[in-house]
Nanobody, 120 residues
């Protein structure tokens, strides 16, 4: 059974920092591309940051220079360090694991989400 369990969300003041973590089980973690998505009320879910199985990263323009995604294949975890948070970062943050097999079969898993609220 595949599980992605996020942690680290909460309430933070503008300008503050948070670190989200996602612990994966039930998958061969090192093969999967990992990502963090977020969904604010009334908005579509959007990609925040992603890291490939090889360690390449990409970020949404809105978080470049403020957020850092990293992975620890030995611990089956992916983290998102978020700095200089602003009210627009308020959302539910979701962990994603995805893999396209050599045979063209896509595996796509989601965590349950963790709330991040930026407010004074």
């Amino acid at each position: 059974q595949v599980q992605l369990v996020e942690s680290g969300g909460g309430l933070v003041q503008p300008g503050g920092s948070l670190r989200l973590s996602c612990a994966a089980s039930g998958i061969f973690f090192g093969l999967y591309h990992m990502g963090w998505y977020r969904q604010a009320p009334g908005k579509q879910r959007e990609l925040v940051a992603a890291i490939t199985s090889g360690g390449s990263t990409n970020y949404a323009d809105s978080v470049k220079g403020r957020f850092t995604i990293s992975r620890d294949n030995g611990k089956n975890t992916v983290s998102l360090k978020m700095n200089t948070l602003g009210p627009d970062d308020t959302a539910v943050y979701y962990c994603n694991a995805n893999l396209l097999s050599a045979g063209g079969v896509k595996s796509d898993y989601w965590g349950q989400g963790t709330q991040v609220t930026v407010s004074s």
